[in-house]
């Protein structure tokens, strides 16, 4: 998020914070019922551990591919800035 534009970041805060918080819970969820599916002697607990860990992705590979494509700026944006508040 170094090279983030704050003002489009600003504008697409709510969109962020949406991509953050729910996006990241269904993502862990979603992977832990799948990897619960996969291996029935974890425990939901196990799951939902493995599910956090894995679910989080890294943005910067994701970044440079949309800025190589010619993607948009507001895009790229808001897939920093949605890094930005889960990462810290």
Same mark, same amino acid.
């Given at each position: 998020?170094?090279?983030?534009?704050?003002?489009?970041?600003?504008?697409?805060?709510?969109? =962020?914070?949406?991509?953050?918080?729910?996006?990241? &819970?269904?993502? *862990?969820?979603? *992977?832990?019922?799948?990897?619960?599916?996969?291996?029935?002697?974890? =425990?939901? @607990?196990?799951? @939902?551990?493995?599910?956090?860990?894995?679910?989080? *992705?890294?943005?910067?590979?994701?970044?440079?591919?949309?800025?190589? &494509?010619?993607? =948009? $700026? $507001?895009?790229?944006?808001?897939?920093?800035?949605? =890094?930005?508040?889960?990462?810290?």
């Amino acid at each position: 998020a170094f090279y983030c534009d704050v003002h489009v970041f600003e504008r697409l805060l709510w969109q =962020s914070i949406m991509l953050a918080v729910p996006g990241l &819970l269904i993502a *862990t969820m979603l *992977t832990a019922c799948i990897s619960r599916f996969m291996y029935p002697e974890w =425990s939901w @607990i196990a799951a @939902i551990l493995f599910g956090a860990i894995v679910s989080a *992705t890294d943005p910067v590979a994701v970044v440079a591919l949309l800025r190589d &494509l010619g993607c =948009s $700026k $507001k895009l790229a944006t808001l897939i920093e800035g949605e =890094s930005l508040l889960n990462d810290g």
